[in-house]
């Protein structure tokens, strides 16, 4: 079975890609490193011939809303039909819990993205995953000011990408369910609370303040918008665990 990995170069598309060539797939890691574009259509019908599945792990360059929005939207626009030409019967995307559940540009975008595969008529599945763990030091970045990172007291649920790339993996050497799939890391916290530890953990002298009315990438978020609803697939890393992970490689 051939398998083709868009993004194959990013956080998860190395790691899923590493899981496939352990277990002895056949697989392409396609990105614009190796001269596939899915914005230009560069490479695309030729990665695709003989493909049976292709996981879909590329990343915008730019996060402001409108290159976000413009982002997945032309790279679903050339995939999905070079899919359908070339027989691809299972498309599988990574997508974020709770993008219908606040409101931000990326989230918009990553909605956008989800409508174009459900609509295309290729057998899909959508993996929708907490933030990762590995994007915490850009969320208290962003939601900082001077010394101090202000965050809503809503639950938090932030995976591994080396919890995501397995469970990405999994889904795509399973049938396509035409369906969202919510995985998420295996402890659920207050934001400001998971943020705290974190900053702490890494010797970064911030205060972390609570704050009901903060915006998350100036959306607004209620208690339950971050997590998934329902009962979702569980990784096994929480952050102590990440920490000394992330600790003992650098
Ligand atoms: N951050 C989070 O917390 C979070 C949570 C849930 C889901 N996600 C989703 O997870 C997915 C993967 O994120 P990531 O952090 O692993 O991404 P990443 O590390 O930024 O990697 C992005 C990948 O996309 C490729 N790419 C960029 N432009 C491309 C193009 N025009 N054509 C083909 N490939 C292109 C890059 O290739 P080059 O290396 O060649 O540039 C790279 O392989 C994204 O869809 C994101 O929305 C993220």
């Known amino acids: 079975m051939k398998i083709v990995v868009i993004g194959g170069t990013g956080l998860i598309g190395s790691k899923t890609v590493a899981i496939l060539r352990q277990r002895g797939h056949e697989f392409v890691a396609a990105s614009p490193q190796s001269g596939v574009n899915t914005i230009t259509g560069e490479g695309l019908k030729e990665a695709l011939a003989g493909a049976q599945v292709v996981i879909d792990l590329a990343n915008s360059p730019s996060f402001e809303d409108r290159a976000v929005l413009e982002f997945f939207e032309t790279s679903e626009h050339n995939i999905l039909p070079a899919e359908a030409v070339a027989g691809v019967g299972h498309h599988v995307a990574l997508s974020i819990v709770g993008i219908d559940r606040t409101d931000n540009g990326y989230f918009?975008?990553?909605?956008?993205?989800?409508?174009?595969?459900?609509?295309?008529?290729?057998?899909?599945?959508?993996?929708?995953?907490?933030?990762?763990?590995?994007?915490?030091?850009?969320?208290?970045?962003?939601?900082?000011?001077?010394?101090?990172?202000?965050?809503?007291?809503?639950?938090?649920?932030?995976?591994?990408?080396?919890?995501?790339?397995?469970?990405?993996?999994?889904?795509?050497?399973?049938?396509?369910?035409?369906?969202?799939?919510?995985?998420?890391?295996?402890?659920?916290?207050?934001?400001?609370?998971?943020?705290?530890?974190?900053?702490?953990?890494?010797?970064?002298?911030?205060?972390?303040?609570?704050?009901?009315?903060?915006?998350?990438?100036?959306?607004?978020?209620?208690?339950?918008?971050?997590?998934?609803?329902?009962?979702?697939?569980?990784?096994?890393?929480?952050?102590?665990?990440?920490l000394r992970r992330s600790q003992a490689a650098a």
Do not use: C, H
Not at 203 to 219: F, L
């Open 108 to 242: 918009r975008a990553k909605v956008a993205q989800e409508k174009l595969i459900e609509a295309s008529g290729v057998p899909y599945t959508i993996v929708r995953a907490t933030q990762f763990l590995e994007f915490l030091r850009g969320i208290a970045d962003s939601s900082a000011v001077g010394n101090t990172v202000r965050l809503p007291p809503v639950m938090f649920q932030p995976i591994a990408a080396d919890d995501v790339a397995p469970l990405v993996a999994e889904v795509a050497l399973a049938p396509p369910r035409n369906d969202i799939v919510e995985i998420a890391g295996p402890e659920r916290a207050p934001f400001n609370e998971i943020i705290a530890r974190y900053l702490k953990a890494v010797g970064d002298s911030r205060q972390v303040m609570s704050d009901p009315e903060a915006r998350y990438w100036g959306g607004r978020v209620e208690e339950r918008s971050l997590v998934p609803l329902a009962e979702p697939r569980l990784g096994r890393i929480g952050l102590d665990e990440w």
